[in-house]
């Protein structure tokens, strides 16, 4: 089980991340109808005022993260996150979609999903780590849930710009929520190089690709479709924008509900492989039944119930994969590439809404974006199953300094990183059990003055 110190850790990174997507994702579902108030609007622009936040995070992701693999990644996510509030507040006071776009590019900015998931990933142990990238997922779809109710009801009260202003305060509430999350020292072997070679070495390996690829599509596929089915659930199911999210709500929670099953066995069981391509099945199921159904109203339900539990089972698992599969010393940049995928992803999927909106052809729309999901089964099928850390948790010793402490471990062969926590007088240290040999062991005992039970 969690200990303290990881639940609370937990519970505040999720949060930071609920926050941000909170803000973020309530704009999805009515902008493409409320946005038309603002001057100057066209399904294009209004489509690329959604998907220019996934953009700009695409860009800066990989350079916050590349920073964080060396310097302090606390006051990288407070920066990342004054830039959301600023941009949401600029997006607030403006009157013309142009406006609106400058103010998503500047919110969008604030890249630091990447340097958040890193930093749960230094106060988590590794056996513990998957359910705490399980709740950071669940935390997102849950977001997803409140988001798509709250958007719709929220506008009809403050307008599209009262909505801006609210992420703004969630941005701010966000900063708050670090206090709770303890100080961490990284303590790992040093590869010393320069940025572009570690970002090349990240970007070498199939298996890390094959992630960035699922999520660039997953949210290319989303943000699309919450451009492109509003007008259709007012068109074809009679429903009004501003009870759209009496929709959403009891979709996902049903989404929510039906995806904890398939992550528990994913994670206890080790079927992690099994469940991510069952879970890219859904979604290309769900897009069929849309394709040859969009014109009834339970049939549309239907293909987005399905297209929703397999996004939440696909929120939780992609964190924890990328995590295990990360390389240590570059476990920031990897989850920043990944990152950038998602957001260039969200990018991608909010021009690509807006193009479907004016192809006037909605059989064809919903085809272009089940080929787009077929496609990126195909490339998931190459995926191996993720390797599988241990952790310890050991008291700082009182006689030797910290430092020399840290490197004596790891020249043990098998030991890849000790986080140490100076306030809480403790370190995690992350080791794989495989390469652990029987010396590496004396080796760890005497350092410790006892045999430890790994």
Same mark, same amino acid.
């Given at each position: 089980?969690m200990?303290a110190?990881e639940?609370?850790s937990? =519970?505040?990174?999720?949060?930071?991340?609920?926050?941000?997507?909170?803000?973020?994702?309530?704009?999805i579902?009515? =902008?493409?109808?409320a946005?038309? /108030?603002?001057?100057?609007?066209?399904?294009?622009l209004?489509?690329?005022a959604?998907?220019v936040y996934?953009l700009s995070?695409s860009?800066?992701q990989i350079? =916050? @993260?590349?920073?964080?693999?060396?310097f302090?990644r606390?006051?990288l996510?407070?920066?990342?996150?004054?830039?959301f509030?600023i941009?949401?507040?600029?997006?607030?006071m /403006?009157?013309?979609?142009?406006?609106?776009?400058?103010?998503?590019?500047?919110?969008g900015a604030?890249?630091? /999903?990447?340097v958040v998931?890193?930093?749960? #990933?230094?106060?988590?142990?590794?056996?513990q780590?998957?359910?705490?990238?399980?709740?950071?997922?669940?935390?997102i %779809?849950?977001?997803?849930v409140v988001?798509?109710s709250?958007?719709?009801w929220?506008t009809?009260?403050?307008?599209?710009s009262?909505?801006?202003?609210?992420?703004?305060?969630m941005?701010l509430?966000?900063?708050?929520?670090?206090f709770?999350v303890?100080?961490?020292t990284?303590?790992?072997?040093n590869?010393?190089?320069?940025?572009?070679?570690?970002l090349?070495?990240v970007?070498k390996?199939?298996?890390?690709?094959?992630?960035?690829?699922?999520?660039f @599509?997953?949210?290319?596929?989303?943000?699309?479709?919450?451009?492109?089915?509003p007008?259709?659930?007012?068109?074809?199911? %009679?429903?009004?924008?501003?009870?759209?999210?009496?929709?959403y709500?009891?979709?996902?929670?049903?989404?929510?509900?039906?995806?904890?099953p @398939?992550i528990i066995?994913?994670e206890?069981?080790?079927k992690?492989?099994?469940?991510?391509l069952? #879970?890219?099945t859904?979604?290309?199921l769900?897009?069929?039944?849309?394709?040859?159904?969009y014109?009834?109203k339970?049939?549309?339900l239907?293909?987005?119930?399905l297209?929703?539990?397999a =996004?939440n089972?696909m929120e939780a698992l992609l964190?924890s994969?990328? /995590?295990?599969s990360?390389?240590i010393?570059?476990k920031?940049t990897?989850?920043?590439?990944n990152?950038?995928?998602?957001?260039l992803?969200?990018?991608?999927?909010?021009?690509l %809404?807006?193009?479907?909106?004016?192809?006037?052809?909605?059989?064809v729309?919903?085809s272009?974006l089940?080929?787009?999901?077929?496609?990126w089964?195909?490339?998931g099928l190459g995926?191996?199953q993720?390797?599988?850390?241990?952790?310890v948790?050991?008291?700082?010793?009182?006689?030797?300094q910290?430092?020399e402490?840290?490197?004596?471990?790891?020249a043990?062969?098998?030991?890849?990183?000790v986080v140490?926590?100076?306030?809480?007088?403790?370190?995690y240290?992350?080791?794989?059990k495989?390469?652990?040999?029987e010396?590496?062991?004396?080796?760890?005992?005497h350092?410790?003055?006892k045999?430890?039970?790994?």
């Amino acid at each position: 089980m969690m200990n303290a110190l990881e639940r609370r850790s937990t =519970f505040a990174l999720s949060s930071i991340f609920a926050l941000r997507m909170l803000g973020l994702f309530m704009i999805i579902p009515v =902008f493409s109808v409320a946005g038309q /108030s603002y001057q100057y609007a066209t399904p294009a622009l209004l489509g690329l005022a959604v998907g220019v936040y996934g953009l700009s995070q695409s860009i800066l992701q990989i350079p =916050f @993260s590349l920073w964080a693999d060396r310097f302090s990644r606390k006051p990288l996510v407070i920066i990342g996150l004054l830039l959301f509030a600023i941009g949401g507040a600029i997006a607030a006071m /403006s009157h013309t979609i142009y406006g609106v776009i400058l103010g998503r590019a500047v919110a969008g900015a604030g890249a630091v /999903s990447a340097v958040v998931m890193a930093l749960l #990933a230094d106060v988590t142990r590794e056996e513990q780590r998957s359910k705490a990238m399980a709740v950071m997922g669940m935390s997102i %779809g849950l977001s997803f849930v409140v988001a798509f109710s709250l958007g719709p009801w929220l506008t009809s009260l403050v307008g599209i710009s009262g909505l801006f202003w609210v992420t703004t305060l969630m941005g701010l509430c966000a900063i708050f929520m670090l206090f709770l999350v303890p100080k961490t020292t990284r303590h790992h072997r040093n590869f010393q190089q320069g940025y572009l070679p570690q970002l090349k070495a990240v970007l070498k390996m199939p298996d890390l690709n094959r992630l960035h690829v699922s999520v660039f @599509s997953l949210h290319l596929l989303l943000t699309a479709m919450f451009i492109y089915v509003p007008s259709q659930l007012i068109e074809y199911a %009679g429903i009004p924008l501003s009870k759209h999210g009496l929709v959403y709500l009891p979709l996902l929670l049903i989404g929510v509900l039906l995806s904890f099953p @398939s992550i528990i066995v994913a994670e206890k069981y080790r079927k992690m492989r099994g469940i991510f391509l069952f #879970a890219i099945t859904g979604v290309v199921l769900g897009l069929l039944i849309l394709i040859f159904g969009y014109t009834s109203k339970y049939v549309i339900l239907l293909g987005l119930g399905l297209f929703f539990v397999a =996004f939440n089972v696909m929120e939780a698992l992609l964190p924890s994969w990328l /995590s295990k599969s990360a390389p240590i010393q570059s476990k920031a940049t990897a989850m920043g590439v990944n990152a950038s995928a998602q957001f260039l992803g969200a990018f991608f999927g909010g021009t690509l %809404g807006g193009q479907l909106l004016m192809l006037h052809n909605t059989t064809v729309g919903w085809s272009i974006l089940t080929v787009i999901s077929v496609v990126w089964l195909l490339i998931g099928l190459g995926l191996k199953q993720p390797r599988y850390l241990s952790s310890v948790i050991l008291k700082l010793p009182e006689q030797k300094q910290t430092d020399e402490w840290t490197t004596q471990l790891l020249a043990i062969h098998g030991i890849e990183e000790v986080v140490v926590m100076p306030d809480q007088q403790i370190a995690y240290v992350k080791l794989d059990k495989k390469q652990l040999n029987e010396d590496g062991r004396q080796h760890l005992t005497h350092l410790l003055g006892k045999e430890l039970v790994i």
